[in-house]
């Protein structure tokens, strides 16, 4: 079964306190998505495996870690998960970035596909798949099987809130991939928005609407 974290950490938790506010702004609520992709990111990343590499400082030759294996990966579900890349980028600056385009019909709220473009060398690559919110799960599972019908096979998900529904879609469909959650909310209203959450993520990132 999938590993799945929900952040704990008080700056993480303050900042989703202020996006939750109705009153808040997109430039704020921008920058602020961006502060959290970027904390979560380094909560995110404390497993990744290292190396030893053999270097010269000024003084002597010494042994140092780097990370190992091709760069990280990380694939915005648009819109609302371009929010999220900025802030990725700021702790993984060499990261490959590719991006999935899906939306949620409002009816079915079931997902609809509509462009997939990945970096290369994907399938040997670490990937963050990232999106601020994790509902009914049916956007992250379907970018998930897209990227895994691409024959990438570590992938990890990253979400600002996520409802109960989505985590336990999460886990049934895709239980190797470890998700990562900034707060984990009550659960869904009639319209499959998650309560109390913080309202249409991709609406108040580029305030449309
Ligand atoms: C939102 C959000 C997720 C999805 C979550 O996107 O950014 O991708 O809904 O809902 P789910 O877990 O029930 O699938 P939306 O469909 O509103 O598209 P947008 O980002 O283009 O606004
Ligand atoms: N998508 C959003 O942007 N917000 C929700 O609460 C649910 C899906």
Redesign the pocket.
Known sequence: MSKVTVMDHPLIRHKIGIIRRKEVGSKDFRQMISEIAMLMCYEATRDLKLQDVEIETPICPTTVKELQGKKLAVVP??????GMVEGMLEMIPAAKVGHI??????ET????EYYCKLPADSSEREVFVV?????????????IQMLKDKGVKRIRFM?IIA?P??VA?MQEEHPDVDVYIGALDDH?NDH?Y?VPGLG????R??G?K
Do not use: N
């Not at 579900?77 to 371009?82: D, E, N, V, Y």
């Open positions: 579900i648009l819109r609302a998960g371009l385009g899906l939306y949620r019909d409002p709220l079931k997902p609809v999106d601020p919110m994790l509902a009914t799960g049916g956007s992250a599972a379907a970018a979400c409802a529904e989505g879609k869904l499959g998650i249409d993520a991709g609406d990132i580029f449309t």
